[in-house]
């Protein structure tokens, strides 16, 4: 845990044995994480002795960014099935099916602690169990119910994504490391070389295949099947070349950065396996068999890569990866929320107050940064799709200009953190008047979220690098949501929702396709660079808001003067910094088809002709100390000043254009472009930044990572032991233990969660 602080982490917790197989011990601290305050409070316990020796040992250890359910005691990791703590989980991901589970245990007299999404697994958990051991009684069967019986049936019952360990003291010195959609590795380390590099995975029983087979109760919850037919994996344990068990240790994580101190052995699970470790061995079943093309032995493997690497993977900054993130983030602000199949979405947080916010007289957005870029380009589709007139205002133009709010208003306020202090002014500010406040936050448990009276979370993570990438395109998808759901009874308007909820579902395809083109955008930003640009002008009016966006990234990453114009106001004095002695200056023209695009047509031939004059009179090509050399000299004309940027459709075949430098995304609905067209503009600001001698994850700007980048989940468990022919035992002083092998050694077994945006 203290290798992988991050300041945004709102709690964490962890749960150990006991020093018997009947108990187990749950701490948790809410607040700033602090490992050394925790590790003290244990250290301080009566109830356990740290000094007594112990062959066998489970711990799991989280650290929680909320986003289901506020920071607090019972929202926090690991959480238990029962007062006894019967079962213990870890979870990192999203229960898209929650609600109706919870609905469906409450039912059956099972109570919730709290209101996070992660705590229907552990109660489902306990629910299964003794479900079976009810109908093994009835029965008057002997079989007994394995731990991977019990993940079978529950893992058939949730729907999402998850990366989850769980311990149960009804199956001591056992453990289960499961995933879907959320990654999952498992680190070995041993004294001596193995024999076998590789574990092969088997599947379940054939009763995995049935959707309600013979015993299931009216909700299709599943007993495990009696008998269980469970087929074992032929590498069960890890021998030495000498053929004896040995002792071992495994790490379970989702993140490599937790592994890599202790091994660099590793094997990655892929969905829907199922890792279970018991009497020292690691046996992986797979939940599905109608996955042919899976593979059916998980190799192991060498990570040559070092802690900070891992932590950043295959890119050279957090700003980068943060960049490339924005696919997954995405994604997740539609995960569970779009039926692309129905054609319908579900947001539960606006259903009770739908009628008043389409009853509404306006609609005002509010938001500041990123946030009020992201409301600008959203505004026209609410006035669209609702009929009612919609305006965008700074939090502090609210207040200071003391603007009319009414009751019969709705105010959209958006912030990412949820603490943006001007927007929780504004929302005072609102609410003093009587308006019904709606929320866009990716904060649970934030002021925004919990004063505003209705909302929605992004549920894009916490942010490490300087600009928050994120922010401005999950809150594009995640104010569209809401304009889409809110029209759902207005008729005349369904082909227009039907095309956006299409071009949703596709657009996580085409971000990557923009992503694609970083070598193309990395050489623009070098020549910019060697060119000695130092004003960046970037041109826009149906994508105004892009450009905004855009020029403020190139303000906190390249730190160059960055400038967004509206098209129709460059005329009006802005095309004077495009005449003679303007080499320092480049133009980017952001010109992707929409319904006003010929109108930029005109303000394009502008440029271009302003462009040519101030490159006719030019005696010499300014020189820069940031020169560089690696470029071609044919692919850029001499003085990028002289040569318009600009983002258009791959499609786009417009002759006018050919001057130009042009960068071809893919065309998607209107709706969504700005969400394509700002990831070149993300990506040039920050290959300037690097080609200036930058660093792009400045601390002083506010970078907030510590260890790693709090958007990878971490997992960490491990089985280890001494000698046995010595006599020697491991003290519980510490991480500690699992059962013996076969032969002689020890284990010990410990799990960590670092959970993120994806989850708890």
């Not at 213990?88 to 007299?109: C, P, Q, W």
């Not at 909302?455 to 104010?479: M, Q, R, Y």
């Not at 000299?633 to 459709?649: A, W």
């Amino acid at each position: 845990m203290e290798k992988n602080v991050a300041s945004q982490y709102d709690s964490c917790g962890l749960a150990i044995d006991g020093d018997d197989d009947e108990s187990t011990l749950v701490y948790k601290q809410v607040g700033p994480v602090s490992t050394k305050e925790l590790k003290q409070r244990i250290m301080n316990l009566k109830e356990l002795d740290l000094t007594v020796p112990f062959i066998s040992h489970v711990a799991i250890s989280h650290k929680r960014w909320a986003t289901h359910g506020k920071p607090g005691i019972v929202n926090t990791h690991p959480l238990r099935s029962d007062a006894r703590s019967e079962f213990v989980i870890a979870h990192n991901g999203i229960i898209t099916n929650h609600r109706e589970l919870k609905e469906s245990l409450s039912r059956r007299g099972i109570s919730f602690d709290g209101d996070t999404d992660s705590e229907v697994i552990a109660k489902l958990c306990k629910y299964v169990y003794d479900a079976h051991t009810r109908t093994s009684q009835q029965n008057q069967l002997q079989q007994a119910p394995t731990l991977p019986d019990i993940m079978k049936a529950v893992l058939r019952q949730i729907e999402g994504s998850f990366a989850l360990v769980v311990k149960s003291k009804k199956f001591p010195h056992e453990m289960i490391a499961a995933r879907r959609g959320s990654p999952l590795m498992i680190g070995v380390k041993s004294s001596k070389s193995m024999r076998v590099d590789f574990v092969e995975s088997s599947e379940l029983g054939d009763v995995a295949d049935d959707e309600e087979g013979e015993g299931s109760d009216d909700d299709g919850f599943l007993p495990p099947e009696t008998p269980p037919r469970l087929r074992r994996t032929v590498s069960r344990s890890f021998l030495s070349q000498d053929d004896l068990p040995q002792a071992a240790e495994y790490f379970i994580s989702s993140d490599g950065s937790a592994i890599v101190e202790h091994t660099r052995q590793v094997l990655t699970l892929e969905d829907d396996d199922i890792a279970h470790f018991t009497e020292g061995e690691l046996h992986i079943h797979r939940l599905r068999r109608d996955q042919e093309d899976a593979p059916i032995i998980r190799q192991i493997q060498t990570l040559e890569l070092e802690l900070a690497q891992i932590q950043k993977g295959s890119f050279e900054h957090y700003f980068q990866k943060e960049i490339h993130e924005q696919v997954e983030a995405v994604t997740n602000v539609m995960r569970g929320r779009v039926d692309t199949r129905s054609g319908r979405l579900v947001l539960g947080g606006l259903i009770k107050h739908m009628a008043n916010i389409t009853r509404s007289r306006r609609i005002v957005m509010c938001g500041s940064g990123s946030s009020y870029h992201a409301c600008l380009a959203t505004k026209s589709l609410f006035s669209e799709l609702l009929d009612i007139p919609c305006s965008v205002d700074l939090p502090s133009t609210l207040i200071d200009e003391n603007l009319p709010i009414f009751r019969d208003d709705v105010v959209i306020l958006v912030s990412h953190s949820g603490e943006t202090r001007t927007t929780i002014d504004a929302l005072a500010y609102c609410k003093e008047r009587g308006a019904l406040c709606l929320g866009v936050t990716n904060t649970v448990g934030s002021t925004i979220s919990r004063d505003t009276h209705c909302g929605l979370h992004v549920h894009s993570g916490p942010d490490v690098s300087v600009a928050s990438n994120k922010a401005f395109t999950s809150e594009i998808v995640g104010l569209i949501l809401i304009a889409v759901f809110l029209s759902e009874d207005r008729g005349q308007f369904r082909a227009r929702r039907t095309e956006i909820i299409q071009a949703l579902d596709t657009l996580p395809s085409k971000m990557q396709q923009v992503l694609a083109l970083e070598g193309q955008i990395k050489s623009i930003a070098q020549r910019l660079v060697g060119d000695g640009i130092e004003h960046l002008l970037m041109v826009g009016r149906g994508q105004i808001a892009t450009c905004m966006e855009g020029a403020w990234t190139a303000k906190r990453a390249a730190r160059v003067h960055a400038e967004a114009i509206p098209a129709a106001e460059l005329r009006y004095g802005p095309i004077a910094l495009l005449g003679a002695g303007s080499d320092k200056s480049a133009v980017i023209v952001v010109m992707t088809r929409d319904r006003v695009y010929s109108s930029l047509e005109t303000v394009y031939r502008h440029i271009t002709s302003r462009l040519k004059q101030a490159a006719a009179s030019s005696s010499h090509i300014p020189t820069s100390p940031h020169s560089v050399t690696s470029i071609e000299s044919d692919s850029l004309p001499p003085s990028s000043s002289h040569r318009p940027i600009v983002l258009v459709n791959e499609d786009d075949d417009n002759t006018l254009l050919n001057d130009s430098l042009q960068i071809r995304i893919p065309s998607t609905c209107d709706a969504l472009q700005s969400i394509l067209d700002v990831i070149p503009l993300q990506l040039l600001s920050y290959h300037m930044c690097v080609a200036k001698g930058l660093n792009p994850d400045p601390p002083e700007l506010g970078v907030v990572s510590v260890g790693q980048s709090p958007n990878m989940s971490s997992v960490v468990g491990g089985m280890v032991g001494g000698e046995q022919a010595e006599g020697k035992v491991v003290p519980r002083g510490g991480i500690a233990v699992g059962k013996p092998p076969l032969g002689p050694g020890r284990n010990r077994a410990s799990v960590h969660f670092q959970d993120d945006d994806d989850g708890n």
